[in-house]
């Protein structure tokens, strides 16, 4: 039996890297990732900015509304990963998170949002009924979804909701109720309507309304709700509904059972098949402006009629975004058309988030929303505005202040664990993806996620837990995996960039994956000596290596707590750090430990490079960061969702991009004003080493330092080879305060050097500094 499921196994994972080929000749809805190098000088930014949430976009969307006069204004609530509201003011480039007073936390435990409306009249003024435990909780906010209060709660079973001009109807706990006051107050209007999935307020009359029932057929009543007939389809379900009026008419369109969809244009007195070509429907609406355009979502997508259901035709250009896999669009569970253009609708998605379009479903873009779990950061060490990102739904690129999906998405997948760029390539990415039969992938992108290959493939039920280049050596590579069924670890390591693999094996006491989780970071590389690897078990004990991996030794005993990340100061490289239930630091090299004052839940660690300081992703306080080496800590405006999962840094001239990554709205990132003054451990150097301006650069850069005495110093310009390319100065006594010297990207023979990374070092009697610049030809 073994040997049969191994041959499916092998035979899936033979399709699953055939399908690259389709991929690779896929036209591209979505491409456009050219490296675009930034190089302006960020002026006013503020150290304490709020947090921003863009993306990447995916989640379940079963409810929509667009904020009626106010342009590009959207409000979506989505129930997976992310339990809430996403409110967007400028057209899905940025979304705060609306949950504010509600009962269900974030991350999502039990709480699912069952329905959702404002009111068009006071759009400030909106509902949501939530599952909570075992009952329905109507939850209200007066302005604009900033703050929620509780007002009504009833028992689990069909629910319903809509409202207008203050006139609230709810359908709850078996009954229907009746709001004047926008739920201060109800009264019971009907407790034996059969059960409700849908109530609609038609032509903006509360007088009237429309009920689609869960075995029933659609009911209407013309006195408020106090009295109902049945206006068709006896014993069946309506699935959903929807109505449009003028003064002189009115048309009906309601999707039924598995019969299909129905129109009535005599307010329900005639109900006409209209189901030719047109698949299973989820979500219906009618153009308020031309009745004969009907707009259906359905499980292959968007359809669309401009005869009233005579024929039906598919709308999905756009929504088909290329995967590895022959690309198909994503069921559509809600539809919303924007009140002030009816050009404009918006479709929300069964798993890849918020669709628009403006020009009637001839063609849409993606939106959002942010709601997804983030496994894997890696920001361009060239452009800090360049971010790849790794999710649960897949791999996305943040470029130019928009997400883009990557081909990198879908099939048979279970999410991207890793993400690592070229640091002297931003092109040259490399992600590792779990499928669904468990055997790991390595993917390499050269084109920024344009097209993928796989260049490796790791044992069945095995995990690659990171990715790492050689800041040095980018041609060089490390992997850290993880085989939880034979219990055993070790390193796969590439010389040409992630093209080739070699796997090697860790003792078999290296443990990787115990204590009920994962570690999330738990290899680091010293940047001033790249020879020197550094990996963190989740035990907490901690094993070196001087000779790029051969061999390892325990330098920190095992611990009785779960450990996630390692990281190493760029500038002092006996300043380690390991994220834990706290943060704990070295000073010598990892021989002793100190607990620092940060005694929150850390899952990741990353430093500036420019400023020297220290981040720390925790899960549920948000991010923290330290200016003196961890003995004071900071907390960066808290976002919404304070359960962060990852963290990257950016570094651009004068600014920091810092990104974090959140179980459950994606990709939070902060803009923070950069100094190059390092005041770690400033009293015992007596030097400090600036960042190069412009960097990137092209023609002449500066290099600046700071001396607190008269020293004799030495400044070289390196390259990747550790080899001297120039001696700017040598050994030469210089006087105490800052100076200044430029490098105009020519060699100790005059001649021009190629363009790529390289370094620049400061030497004096007992110390060194070493810092990173970029030459573009």
């Known amino acids: ?184 107050s109800f009264q019971t209007l009907n407790d034996t309507i059969p059960p409700v999935n849908q109530l609609l307020i038609p032509h903006n009359n509360s007088n009237e309304l429309y009920a689609g029932t869960a075995n029933d057929g659609l009911y209407y009543s013309n006195d408020g709700g106090n009295t109902f007939i049945r206006i068709g389809f006896t014993n069946r379900v309506v699935k959903t509904f929807d109505v449009v009026s003028t003064d002189t008419s009115r048309l009906i369109a309601a999707s039924v059972s598995s019969e299909g969809v129905y129109i009535s244009p005599d307010s329900g007195a005639t109900w006409i098949p209209r189901n030719q070509g047109l698949p299973s429907v989820i979500s219906l609406l009618i153009s308020p402006e031309n009745f004969s355009v009907i707009y259906a979502g359905t499980w292959e997508g968007v359809y669309k009629t401009a005869d009233q259901g005579l ?64 496994s894997g950061l890696s920001v361009s060490a060239l452009n800090p505005e360049l971010l790849y990102c790794g999710s649960e739904d897949g791999f996305y690129v943040k470029k130019s202040n928009r997400w883009v999906p990557t081909t990198l998405l879908g099939g048979l997948t279970s999410g ?155 500038f002092e490289q006996n300043n380690i750090y390991i994220g834990t239930y706290s943060v704990w630091r070295s000073e010598d090299g990892g021989n002793n430990w100190l607990r620092t004052d940060l005694n929150k839940w850390t899952l990741d660690l990353a430093f500036d490079e420019t400023t020297g300081h220290l981040y720390a992703a925790t899960y549920g306080n948000g991010v923290f960061f330290t200016t003196d080496g961890g003995i004071t800590w900071d907390s960066l405006n808290t976002p919404a969702n304070p359960f962060l999962y990852c963290i990257d840094i950016g570094e651009g001239n004068g600014y920091s991009k810092i990104y974090s990554g959140s179980f459950g709205t994606g990709v939070f990132e902060w803009t923070k004003q950069a100094t190059s003054i390092l005041k770690l451990n400033k009293e015992i150097n007596n030097f400090e080493l600036l960042q190069n301006y412009p960097n990137p650069f092209n023609g002449l850069t500066s290099i600046s330092f700071r001396l607190q005495k008269p020293s004799k110093v030495r400044l070289e310009i390196i390259n990747l080879l550790g080899q001297t390319v120039k001696i700017l100065i040598d050994y030469k006594t210089l006087s105490a305060g800052l100076n200044k010297v430029t490098w105009d990207g020519k060699n100790s023979k005059d001649q021009d050097v190629g363009s790529g990374l390289y370094f620049y070092r400061l030497f004096t009697k007992n110390f060194s500094k070493t810092r990173k610049l970029v030459l573009l030809r």
Not at 11 to 40: D, P, W
Not at 81 to 107: A, C, Y
Not at 109 to 117: D, V
Request: glycine share 6%; proline share 6%.
């Open 416 to 570: 991207i664990k890793s993400v690592a760029t070229n640091p002297v390539n931003s092109n040259i990415v490399i992600a590792n993806q779990t499928n669904a039969i468990s055997m790991p992938l390595i993917y390499k992108s050269a084109d920024g996620g344009i097209s993928w290959d796989i260049t490796q493939m790791l044992f069945d039920g095995s995990d690659v837990l990171d990715i790492v280049f050689d800041p040095v050596f980018p041609e060089r590579v490390y992997g850290v995996w993880w085989w939880s069924l034979a219990s055993l670890s070790g390193l796969i390591i590439s010389d040409d960039s992630g093209d080739i693999w070699n796997i090697t094996y860790l003792d078999s006491t290296i443990d990787l994956g115990q204590k009920g989780s994962q570690i999330i970071q738990p290899l680091v590389i010293n940047p001033l000596n790249t020879d020197e690897l550094y990996l963190l078990e989740i035990s907490g004990e901690i094993h070196k290596s001087t000779d790029r991996g051969i061999s390892w030794t325990q330098i920190r005993p095992e611990q009785d707590t779960a450990h996630f990340a390692i990281a190493i100061d760029p």
């Open 1 to 184: 039996m073994k040997r049969y499921v191994f041959i499916i196994k092998f035979l899936c994972s033979l399709l699953f890297i055939l399908s690259q080929a389709f991929a690779q000749n896929e036209h591209r809805l979505y491409t456009s990732y050219t490296e675009n190098v930034h190089t302006n000088f960020v002026n006013n930014l503020i150290i304490n900015q709020e947090p921003v949430l863009s993306g990447p976009p995916a989640g379940i969307i079963e409810h929509i509304a667009v904020v009626p006069n106010e342009n590009n204004t959207i409000i979506t609530a989505s129930i997976v990963p992310f339990t809430g509201l996403l409110k967007s003011s400028d057209d899905g480039m940025t979304w705060d998170v609306l949950n504010k007073g509600l009962s269900f936390n974030i991350p999502p435990q039990i709480s699912i949002i069952n329905g959702f409306t404002l009111d068009p009249i006071f759009p400030d003024t909106m509902f949501i009924i939530s599952q909570t435990g075992n009952s329905y909780i109507l939850y209200r906010s007066v302005n604009g979804g900033m703050n929620w209060q509780e007002i009504l709660e009833g028992s689990l079973g069909h629910r319903a909701i809509t409202v207008f001009n203050s006139n609230l109807y709810v359908y709850i706990g078996g009954k229907l109720l009746y709001s004047n006051n926008t739920g201060n």
């Open 311 to 374: 024929s039906w035709f598919p709308a999905n250009n756009g929504l088909e975004i290329p995967t590895i896999f022959p690309p198909e669009p994503d069921p559509v569970l809600s539809l919303a058309i924007d009140p002030n253009n009816t050009n404009t609708l918006y479709a929300g998605t069964d798993r890849k988030g918020l669709f628009k379009t403006i020009n009637s479903a001839q063609e849409w873009y993606l939106m959002g929303i942010p709601s997804t779990v983030i």
